[in-house]
């Protein structure tokens, strides 16, 4: 059992997560999986096995190094496991940030006026010149 840990407190306990309740509903919803099989929060995770987190919108892949269940420093992160995530992820989370205003999610409340002037510089061009009140001169 020393060698084994429960996942969503090793995910607590890594530090990936900020509370248990929130790897926990991480693993029931699909987000993680273990060595491309989806996991349950009171799966035993072992040393070597790749956990998968689905964190909108990159895949983070970590190797895992050592098992524990109680939450650790962050200065002792690299002994715990070992970041395996592909450049890609962090490339389309790269993109992403550029775009942030582009893919706004839904409730998350009216653009601010910045947001508001970067989509009307955006949107303004491919209009070609055509202003909504060309329509009503006839």
Not at 25 to 52: F, H, I, L, Q, Y
Not at 55 to 72: D, G, H, W
Request: aromatic share 8%.
């Amino acid at each position: 059992m020393a060698n084994e840990a429960r996942l969503d407190k090793w995910l607590w306990a890594a530090r990936i997560f900020k509370t248990r309740s929130i790897a926990a509903d991480a693993c029931k919803n699909g987000r993680v999986t273990v060595d491309g099989a989806n996991a349950k929060p009171s799966r035993m995770v072992k040393e070597g096995e790749t956990v998968s987190v689905k964190k909108s919108p990159v895949t983070y892949s970590f190797r895992i190094l050592q098992t524990i269940e109680q939450r650790v420093g962050a200065k002792l992160i690299p002994q715990i496991y070992e970041n395996v995530t592909p450049p890609e992820q962090y490339e389309l989370l790269e993109m992403t940030r550029i775009s942030g205003f582009i893919d706004r999610a839904r409730g998350t409340g009216r653009p601010t006026k910045k947001e508001r002037r970067s989509l009307d510089a955006f949107i303004g061009p491919s209009l070609g010149g055509l202003d909504e009140w060309d329509d009503y001169d006839d």
